[in-house]
């Protein structure tokens, strides 16, 4: 099976793999493949040892980037294809908004997972958008689903200190890119006086999202969900989430 | 995307030879993504798209010539603003698209 085989039987099955070309130069095998793991492991070679692993370099800095993009290096073009699986949205807290939440990051092309212990609440049929429903305690959990990676993003809807405080002391250890809490603004500063307790300094707690999602003035839980959605993805594509007409510049480029 | 990639396995499958036409660079705003991907068979079925449609003609035939034995290709395309699109979507862009043979 060739390196570029292997890539597109990775890509349709929404695996993250980077499949580098050598598009044109004076080095190595124009036309050549190499396919880039996110272990750093490789198989096939674009016919120059040092090429090879100037584009498993360029390979690492775009598989979590997630872009495919043109690179040169020493006068050759490299071209780096990158697949990578939908972005996952891990809830924790198996109340109504999460079942909406389910449904908005679904229809968003992302994989909502819904985690909470009380096995009554955690019931899949109650989360028919969900990935998984996970009845554990959130370090099981994302045992479970192979730990926070830097395309796992969290929301914590759960309302108990102890499984809000078990999500968040977990999420704030990891590389999630986004750790968004719901609560009232009371709850959020007895919540902030718990993790400083914790020993959670304010600086560590300034990466939580709270209140979550953006300001839609949203009603139902329906309207919540889509606000928290819209938030996520901003964030995911480094945006502040303003509306386009009051804003200059380019649409689709990075902000 | 993946509607390309099971397209190409099919006909790879079936005995086809097939060649894949790649976005590797976009310059100003162009329609699709680096990334994006056509494939076309050597029945002549096409599938997926690198542009919104102004450039896959001329890409299908660099496609057959390298179906026939061509060494891959990297082809240029400024994309005019008279065949752009509008509201917010692509105007005059302009796209580097790679065609090469799928080795199975």
Same mark, same amino acid.
């Given at each position: 099976m060739s390196a570029q085989s292997s890539f597109l039987r990775l890509a349709r099955e929404g695996s993250r793999a980077a499949l580098v070309t050598l598009? /044109? !130069? !004076?080095?190595?095998?124009?036309g050549a493949h190499l396919l880039v793991l996110p272990d750093g492991s490789s198989e096939g070679t674009l016919g120059d040892a040092g090429l090879d692993e100037a584009a498993r370099r360029h390979a690492g800095e775009l598989l979590w980037a997630e872009l495919s993009e043109l690179r040169e290096e020493d006068g050759c073009a490299l071209f780096v294809d990158v697949s990578a699986p939908a972005p996952r949205l891990v809830i924790f807290g198996a109340v109504d908004y999460a079942a909406s939440l389910c449904r908005v990051a679904r229809a968003a092309g992302w994989r909502p997972y819904v985690v909470d212990p009380r096995s009554r609440f955690a019931a899949p049929e109650r989360f028919p958008d969900a990935e998984r429903v996970i009845a554990a305690w959130p370090a099981e959990a994302l045992a479970q689903i192979g730990g926070i990676d830097r395309a796992t993003y969290l929301a914590v809807l759960t309302h108990d200190p102890k499984l809000d405080d078990a999500a968040l002391t977990l999420a704030l250890d990891s590389d999630a890119p986004y750790i968004g809490a719901m609560g009232s603004r009371r709850a959020q500063s007895e919540r902030r006086e718990r993790l400083l307790r914790a020993g959670i300094s304010e600086e560590r707690q /300034?990466?939580? /999202?709270?209140?979550? %999602?953006?300001?839609?003035?949203? +009603?139902?839980a329906d309207e919540t969900a889509l606000s928290i959605m819209a938030e996520v993805v901003a964030v995911r594509n480094g945006r502040?989430? +303003? +509306?386009l007409s009051q804003r200059e510049g380019r649409i689709h480029q990075p902000a | 995307m993946s509607d390309v990639l099971e397209r190409v396995e099919e006909w790879s499958l079936r005995g086809d030879r097939v060649a894949i036409a790649t976005v590797v660079a976009t310059r100003r705003s162009a329609p699709l993504p680096p990334g994006a991907k056509m494939a076309l068979s050597e029945s002549g079925e096409v599938a997926g798209a =690198?542009? %919104? %449609?102004? =450039?896959e003609g001329a890409v299908v035939k660099v496609a057959e010539e390298v179906l026939a034995g061509g060494a891959p290709r990297l082809l240029h395309f400024g994309i005019p603003d008279s065949d752009a699109w509008d509201v917010g979507l692509p105007c005059g862009g302009e796209i580097d698209v790679y065609v090469e043979r799928y080795e199975p």
């Open positions: 598009v /044109s !130069g !004076g080095r190595g095998r124009p /300034s990466r939580i /999202s709270a209140p979550i %999602g953006l300001d839609l003035g949203a +009603r139902t502040d989430g +303003r +509306r | =690198v542009s %919104g %449609g102004c =450039v």
